[in-house]
């Protein structure tokens, strides 16, 4: 059933209501005038001019993104201790078996992959494993590491919200993105996470609280491995210290709502990447 308040007529070609021989869509909404002062800014924003172009064409100079950018960028955390939780490039596969080895020269070959050194965020890794032939039946290992104890193990979360026994792949999936981009979870996410957190963490946490810790483990690192779909294993080894100091404040911490959409719009409308937002919005 149509809304009553929402009106779509589309013109047919070479009909009256036609502009220059082509049909357009009239909207015509109760609300409209009412609600123009808000609807405006949305309408009249460059980005919908069919001519719209990048700041860096209309200024006549170089993009921040080829090399020439000094401007500080915005990112999640304290100044003092900045967090950079995804790449700026378009996620790759690694492998591009296509155009090397071959699809049917992979299918019972095992792989060890240690091509996520810095990773940052785990896209990478993503593509280069859906990028493997459907009835692959080596044994792919994947070596995933990151100087940020905080980005490592937040990594480590997805992975385990995406990779463990219990969920469907679709709701898996659906969780997992979540974790990576929003900014606020709803209860089902935040129910899922928390489970994860005290999967993988638990120990640590409730140590933590009582200040009891094996400073003797070798190398003061902590290690661990966990079950997920199939016979594999998620294998996590990480320095205690650092864990203590940087990455359990990251897993209690709480933020309100208000919190949440400020630092997010802090990040995603900086003035710093407005080029970085322009290269992607030119290629749509």
């Known amino acids: 059933m149509q809304s009553p308040h929402l009106i779509k007529c589309v013109a047919q070609i070479g009909s009256e209501s036609s502009m220059e021989g082509k049909p357009y869509l009239l909207k015509v909404s109760s609300s409209s005038k009412a609600h123009w002062p ?53 996620a790759t596969d690694c492998l591009q078996l296509e155009h090397n080895e071959g699809m049917a020269q992979i299918i019972h070959r095992d792989l060890n992959l240690c091509c996520f050194a810095a990773s940052g965020d785990i896209r990478n890794m993503i593509m280069t494993v859906n990028g493997l032939p459907k009835d ?6 994947i070596v995933l590491n990151d100087r940020s104890s905080p980005v490592t193990t937040r990594n ?18 659906d969780v997992a993105v979540h974790l990576m981009y929003s900014s606020a979870l709803r209860p089902s996410e935040l129910s899922e996470f928390q489970h994860c957190v005290q999967t993988v963490y638990g120990d640590i946490l409730a ?9 003797n483990l070798p190398h003061n690192s902590r290690k661990k491995s966990l079950a997920v779909r199939g016979v594999e294993t998620l294998s996590v080894k990480q320095p205690i210290l650092d864990l ?6 990251m897993l209690r911490a709480t933020h309100s709502m208000t919190d949440a959409q400020k630092t997010m719009h802090n990040v995603l409308l900086s003035p710093e990447r407005t080029d970085y937002r322009d290269r992607h919005l030119f290629a749509l």
């Not at 140590?207 to 400073?215: A, G, L, Q, R, Y």
């Not at 203590?244 to 404040?249: N, Q």
Request: contains cysteine; hydrophobic residues 35%.
């Open 207 to 215: 140590s933590s609280k009582s200040f009891v810790f094996d400073m």
């Open 136 to 141: 692959y039946q080596g044994r792919c290992k």
């Open 156 to 173: 480590i979360v997805i992975l385990y919200a995406l990779l463990r026994n219990g969920p469907t792949v679709e709701r898996a999936a």
């Open 244 to 249: 203590i100091a940087e990455s359990l404040p």
């Open 38 to 90: 808000s609807h405006k800014k949305d309408c009249k924003h460059p980005y919908n001019r069919s001519d719209w172009k990048p700041a860096w064409v209309t200024q006549n100079r170089s993009p921040a993104f080829m090399g020439n950018d000094d401007s500080p960028q915005s990112h999640f955390g304290s100044q003092m201790a900045p967090v950079y939780v995804w790449g700026n490039t378009p």
